[in-house]
């Protein structure tokens, strides 16, 4: 199974990104998926979480800016960044809880994509 985000770069604050992560290889079914970021010096925290139902959840500091959704056809989960603040930037991971139709549920972890926010 392989998580491969992706669509981050450098913006402009008060501009907008929308980050995809494809869930790949052999999956039986995905429990929650969610973005986290780590910025440089700093741990890693929780940005967004989503339900197989669409139930969401933010950390308060992306909340009314950032959305997170889902395509479970697709195995895919997105979040779109409008509205960013220098204190966005960071590298973001996309996360997904999946059954691979055997074993145990197993926790995955996209590569992380670069997100600068700087004029």
């Known amino acids: 199974v392989q998580l491969q985000a992706s669509g981050g770069g450098l913006v402009q604050p008060g501009g907008s990104l929308r980050l995809s992560c494809p869930a790949s290889g052999e999956i039986d079914s995905i429990n929650n998926m969610a973005w986290y970021r780590q910025a440089p010096g700093k741990q890693r925290e929780l940005v967004a979480t989503?339900?197989?139902?669409?139930?969401?959840n933010y950390a308060d500091s992306v909340k009314g800016r950032f959305t997170i959704s889902r395509d479970n056809a697709k195995n895919t989960v997105y979040l779109q960044m409008n509205s960013l603040k220098p204190e966005d930037t960071a590298v973001y991971y996309c996360?997904?809880?999946?059954?691979?139709?055997?074993?145990?549920?197993?926790?995955?972890w996209g590569q992380g994509t670069q997100v600068t926010v700087s004029s």
């Open positions: 996360y997904a809880d999946i059954y691979r139709g055997w074993g145990p549920r197993s926790i995955y």
């Open positions: 989503i339900t197989p139902g669409g139930n969401t």
